[in-house]
Nanobody
Framework: QVQLVESGGGLVQAGGSLRLSCAAS????????MGWFRQVPGLEREFVSA????????YYADSVKGRFTISRDNAKNTLYLQMNSLKPEDTAVYYC????????????????????WGQGTQVTVSS
Protein backbone atom coordinates (compact mmCIF):
# COMPACT_ATOMS: atom_id res chain seq x y z
CA GLN A 1 0.00 0.00 0.00
CA VAL A 2 0.98 3.59 -0.62
CA GLN A 3 -0.41 6.48 1.39
CA LEU A 4 -0.39 9.94 -0.15
CA VAL A 5 -0.97 13.24 1.64
CA GLU A 6 -1.14 16.53 -0.26
CA SER A 7 -0.41 19.95 1.17
CA GLY A 8 0.28 23.46 -0.02
CA GLY A 9 -3.06 24.46 -1.43
CA GLY A 10 -4.71 27.76 -0.63
CA LEU A 11 -6.06 31.03 -1.95
CA VAL A 12 -3.91 33.10 -4.28
CA GLN A 13 -4.48 35.99 -6.67
CA ALA A 14 -4.21 35.53 -10.39
CA GLY A 15 -0.59 35.68 -11.47
CA GLY A 16 0.60 34.28 -8.18
CA SER A 17 2.33 31.02 -7.31
CA LEU A 18 1.82 28.01 -5.10
CA ARG A 19 3.81 24.87 -4.51
CA LEU A 20 1.96 21.67 -3.79
CA SER A 21 3.61 18.79 -1.99
CA CYS A 22 2.65 15.15 -1.82
CA ALA A 23 4.20 13.08 0.94
CA ALA A 24 4.22 9.37 0.25
CA SER A 25 4.61 6.50 2.65
CA UNK A 26 4.36 2.77 2.39
CA UNK A 27 5.84 0.90 -0.54
CA UNK A 28 9.00 2.02 -2.28
CA UNK A 29 8.13 5.49 -3.54
CA UNK A 30 11.04 5.65 -5.93
CA UNK A 31 9.62 2.81 -8.04
CA UNK A 32 6.25 4.44 -8.63
CA UNK A 33 5.28 6.83 -11.37
CA MET A 34 3.55 9.82 -9.81
CA GLY A 35 1.04 12.32 -11.09
CA TRP A 36 -1.12 15.30 -10.31
CA PHE A 37 -4.76 15.57 -11.32
CA ARG A 38 -7.37 18.20 -10.58
CA GLN A 39 -11.11 18.32 -10.36
CA VAL A 40 -13.75 21.02 -10.40
CA PRO A 41 -17.15 20.13 -8.90
CA GLY A 42 -19.41 18.66 -11.56
CA LEU A 43 -16.58 17.90 -13.93
CA GLU A 44 -14.34 14.91 -14.46
CA ARG A 45 -10.98 14.69 -12.81
CA GLU A 46 -8.36 15.78 -15.31
CA PHE A 47 -4.68 15.14 -15.81
CA VAL A 48 -2.28 17.93 -14.88
CA SER A 49 1.22 16.49 -14.79
CA ALA A 50 3.19 13.28 -14.26
CA UNK A 51 6.71 12.20 -13.42
CA UNK A 52 8.11 8.74 -14.10
CA UNK A 53 10.36 7.03 -11.63
CA UNK A 54 12.67 5.71 -14.31
CA UNK A 55 14.49 8.28 -16.40
CA UNK A 56 12.66 11.17 -14.83
CA UNK A 57 10.38 11.87 -17.79
CA UNK A 58 7.76 14.53 -17.20
CA TYR A 59 4.40 15.18 -18.81
CA TYR A 60 2.08 18.17 -18.73
CA ALA A 61 -1.41 19.02 -19.82
CA ASP A 62 -1.39 21.68 -22.51
CA SER A 63 -3.28 24.03 -20.21
CA VAL A 64 -0.43 24.15 -17.68
CA LYS A 65 2.60 23.70 -19.89
CA GLY A 66 5.14 26.44 -19.31
CA ARG A 67 3.54 27.47 -16.01
CA PHE A 68 3.68 24.35 -13.84
CA THR A 69 6.72 22.25 -12.99
CA ILE A 70 6.60 18.77 -11.50
CA SER A 71 9.48 17.34 -9.53
CA ARG A 72 10.16 14.61 -7.04
CA ASP A 73 12.61 13.94 -4.26
CA ASN A 74 12.89 10.20 -3.82
CA ALA A 75 15.04 10.59 -0.73
CA LYS A 76 12.20 12.49 0.94
CA ASN A 77 9.42 10.43 -0.63
CA THR A 78 7.84 13.65 -1.84
CA LEU A 79 6.34 14.85 -5.09
CA TYR A 80 6.00 18.55 -5.86
CA LEU A 81 4.05 20.74 -8.23
CA GLN A 82 5.29 24.29 -8.61
CA MET A 83 2.49 26.38 -10.04
CA ASN A 84 3.32 29.82 -11.42
CA SER A 85 1.28 32.42 -13.29
CA LEU A 86 -1.88 30.97 -11.83
CA LYS A 87 -5.19 31.69 -13.49
CA PRO A 88 -8.74 31.57 -12.12
CA GLU A 89 -9.36 28.52 -14.32
CA ASP A 90 -6.71 26.66 -12.34
CA THR A 91 -9.10 26.67 -9.37
CA ALA A 92 -9.77 23.06 -8.41
CA VAL A 93 -9.04 20.33 -5.91
CA TYR A 94 -5.63 18.93 -6.74
CA TYR A 95 -4.95 15.25 -6.21
CA CYS A 96 -1.68 13.40 -6.00
CA UNK A 97 -1.63 9.93 -7.49
CA UNK A 98 0.74 7.00 -7.76
CA UNK A 99 0.77 3.94 -9.92
CA UNK A 100 2.46 0.68 -9.18
CA UNK A 101 4.94 -0.85 -11.63
CA UNK A 102 2.32 -3.27 -12.99
CA UNK A 103 0.33 -0.31 -14.34
CA UNK A 104 3.03 1.20 -16.49
CA UNK A 105 1.67 -0.21 -19.75
CA UNK A 106 -1.26 2.19 -19.46
CA UNK A 107 -0.77 5.71 -20.76
CA UNK A 108 0.57 7.80 -17.92
CA UNK A 109 -1.90 10.64 -18.46
CA UNK A 110 -4.85 8.31 -17.99
CA UNK A 111 -6.86 8.56 -14.80
CA UNK A 112 -7.35 4.83 -14.38
CA UNK A 113 -3.68 4.01 -14.69
CA UNK A 114 -3.21 5.19 -11.10
CA UNK A 115 -4.13 2.95 -8.22
CA UNK A 116 -3.30 5.19 -5.25
CA TRP A 117 -4.77 8.61 -4.52
CA GLY A 118 -4.46 11.31 -1.92
CA GLN A 119 -7.36 13.18 -0.34
CA GLY A 120 -6.77 16.34 -2.35
CA THR A 121 -5.92 19.94 -1.58
CA GLN A 122 -7.96 22.95 -2.63
CA VAL A 123 -6.40 25.60 -4.84
CA THR A 124 -8.39 28.77 -5.37
CA VAL A 125 -7.20 31.50 -7.72
CA SER A 126 -9.03 34.82 -7.47
CA SER A 127 -9.26 37.24 -10.36
Amino acid sequence: QVQLVESGGGLVQAGGSLRLSCAASGRIFSLYDMGWFRQVPGLEREFVSAHTWSGGSTYYADSVKGRFTISRDNAKNTLYLQMNSLKPEDTAVYYCAARSPDRTRVVITTLNSYNYWGQGTQVTVSS
